[in-house]
């Protein structure tokens, strides 16, 4: 009777501390299984990513008669004068790019001033370009889709230049990649340049619009390259004419009398002489 008992007791004391031990350890892992239940809860999921500005690049447009011929001409060097280019984009990639208070201009000045390079709206307005104020980079204007313009050039100097202007990394004359030996426009001094699209021939240009990397002229010829999309060049050749006549620095027109000589609305731009 005592023996069962005892065993009786026995049993219980021991299924006892089975229990508390099961009890205890179940104890002591739960706060840890809270934590680490906690600790994932609290980590942050992540963000999606911000979409990518919309790029734009070049489109092959309408036709636009534009008349030109084929002349002779020679550089007084192989060296350029003047290399320079201009990023283009859609407007909120050029306010990443250039900040809040960037530095804004309506032309360049190429070759010491000869001449004055600005990108012309529909309106013939110029686009504002635009840079970092405290950078190097090159300058950037804001272009929408569908939207046609031009590259022009002015010359201010006696002197003349040939004038070499790649849209996305093509040539706007052959359509091939841009390289400093293609031939190029030829700028008489004080004329203006009007360069409106890719020459299909003697008579007839591809207007330049602003589109899609798809749509680009760029993505859709053998000779483009996508990675070129979104920037415009220009490179300057003083060119040899030693017999041409100059221009009169004067109209031959007999000046007709005014009662305010000295009242100019604005300042003339310089004529540079050699």
Same mark, same amino acid.
């Given at each position: ?81 003047? =290399? ?13 790019? =250039? ?176």
């Amino acid at each position: 009777m005592i023996q069962r008992l005892y065993r009786s007791r026995f049993f219980r004391f021991a299924t006892g501390l089975v229990a508390g031990a099961a009890l205890l350890a179940a104890c002591t892992q739960m706060p840890q299984n809270r934590a680490e239940t906690a600790a994932m809860s609290a980590t942050p999921s992540a963000a999606p990513a911000a979409p990518a500005p919309a790029q734009l690049g070049t489109q092959w447009g309408e036709g636009i008669e534009s008349k030109t011929r084929t002349i002779v001409t020679k550089r007084l060097s192989e060296q350029p004068d003047e =290399v320079a280019s201009v990023g283009y984009n859609e407007a909120s990639a050029v306010r990443r790019d =250039v900040g809040n208070n960037p530095e804004r201009r309506l032309n360049l000045q190429l070759a010491q001033g000869d001449v004055e390079w600005s990108v012309l709206d529909e309106s013939n307005r110029p686009l504002p370009l635009q840079r970092q104020r405290r950078g190097d980079d090159m300058f950037r204007l804001a272009g929408v889709e569908g939207a046609r313009y031009t590259l022009r050039f002015r010359n201010l100097s006696d002197r003349s230049y040939e004038v070499i202007a790649t849209v996305d990394g093509l040539d706007v004359l052959s359509g091939k990649a841009g390289s400093l030996r293609n031939g190029g426009y030829v700028l008489r001094p004080q004329e203006t340049l009007n360069i409106e699209g890719f020459r299909k021939s003697q008579s007839e240009v591809a207007a330049f619009r602003f589109a899609t990397p798809g749509r680009a002229y760029a993505a859709n010829t053998e000779a483009g390259d996508v990675r070129n999309i979104g920037v415009i060049g220009a490179a300057l050749f003083e060119l040899e004419e030693p017999q041409a006549p100059r221009r009169p620095r004067r109209d031959a027109t007999p000046p007709q009398p005014s009662a305010f000589p000295a009242d100019g609305a604005y300042a003339p731009p310089p004529r540079y002489r050699k």
